[in-house]
Each structure stands twice: as C-alpha cells, then as structure tokens.
C-alpha cells in the first residue's frame, strides 16, 4: 500500500490545498491519511473551495466552487466546480457538482463549503438533501439564500474569503452576462 504524502504532522501549506482541490476526490486518500484531514480548518475547506472557482474562472467558467466533508472525520466526501460554459449545463453550479461527485450518500453530517452564495437552486437541493450545515465564502457578490436555508433548519456561517471576493467581483466585471445568464438563465442576458 503506498503511504500518503500528507500525515498529521505535515503542514497544511498552499500547495497541500492545491493539490487537494485539483486532485480526484476518490483519489485523495493517496494524498493524504485521516490525520491529515483532521487538522483541516473551515478556513482550509474554503481556500479548496476557493481554489475550485479559480480552476472554473481558468476555464472560462463562472467562478464558484464547492467541497462537501463529513463533518466528524474531515474526510473530503465530493469537490466540484461551476461548469455552466464548460459543459454547456444549466445546472452544473459549483454546489450541484461536489453533490454529484459525493455521490448517493447520507449528507446528514456533512458541511458544504461554498465560495459563493448559493442561487435559489443550489439552496433548495442543499435543504432537501438534508445538509445541516453551509459555510458561505462570499456575501459581498451574492446573498439572499442563507435566510431561505435557514429557515428550512440549515446552519449557515459565513467565512468570507478575500481571494474569493476579488475573483467573484472580477469575472462580474469581465463577464456580466456570464453573469447574468448563470443567476438567472439565458433569457436574462439581454440581446
């Protein structure tokens, strides 16, 4: 068996949570063992998330990412990124991918860390699907869901990321009808 490069007493440094967020979820135990995972903070699933958005932006996507962690071990359950432009998909949000690449699991005692406010979708499959609780990486750009999901039982805590904020805030400026069309769809970008 082939000993995970991250151990407990590794330092969480960019680079660690660079590989992290670009690596395959199911490959990550190759990565890094469960110690590593438990001296993982909120802030660290958000700079991953965070980083996420980074990688959709590069592609020419809206920037928003999404980790999903199983709140009492820290395991990494499912990591994905906005690819509404990438995959010509409506409905691939940053939230909506780390779900699909969680798979068919409990989310009952799991966290969502998001870089961005969830849209109304993202809010109504995060409630339905049971999450307790949502960490928020950007209210500056976008809010309006934390009070929806609330509301529906849903812990909300905001960790406002600058990284996140400027990058959000920089694709608004360069792309406003990308913008647009991921918040509200395609009959919102005016012709």
């Given at each position: 068996?082939?000993?995970?490069?991250?151990?407990?007493?590794?330092?969480?440094?960019?680079?660690?949570?660079?590989?992290?967020?670009h690596m395959p979820t199911r490959s990550l135990p190759v990565l890094m063992d469960s110690s590593f995972n438990a001296n993982l903070t909120d802030a660290d699933f958000m700079r991953i998330a965070v980083r996420l958005a980074r990688k959709s932006y590069d592609e020419g996507g809206c920037p928003i990412g999404a980790v999903i962690v199983d709140s009492t071990t820290g395991e990494i359950l499912g990591k994905g990124h906005n690819t509404l432009v990438q995959e010509n998909h409506p409905y691939n949000h940053g939230e909506t991918s780390a779900i699909r690449d969680a798979g068919r699991i409990?989310?009952?005692?799991?966290?969502?860390?998001?870089?961005?406010?969830?849209?109304k979708v993202c809010a109504t499959l995060i409630s339905m699907r049971g999450f307790p609780r949502v960490v928020v990486g950007d209210v500056t750009n976008a809010s309006g869901t934390e009070t929806q999901l609330r509301d529906k039982g849903v812990q909300v805590d905001v960790l406002e990321d600058r990284q996140g904020i400027e990058l959000y805030a920089r694709f608004r400026h360069e792309k406003p009808n990308q913008d647009l069309e991921d918040w509200l769809g395609v009959s919102a970008v005016p012709q």
């Open positions: 068996m082939i000993k995970p490069l991250l151990e407990q007493a590794s330092p969480v440094t960019e680079a660690a949570l660079e590989a992290i967020a409990d989310f009952s005692r799991t966290t969502l860390y998001t870089s961005l406010s969830p849209c």
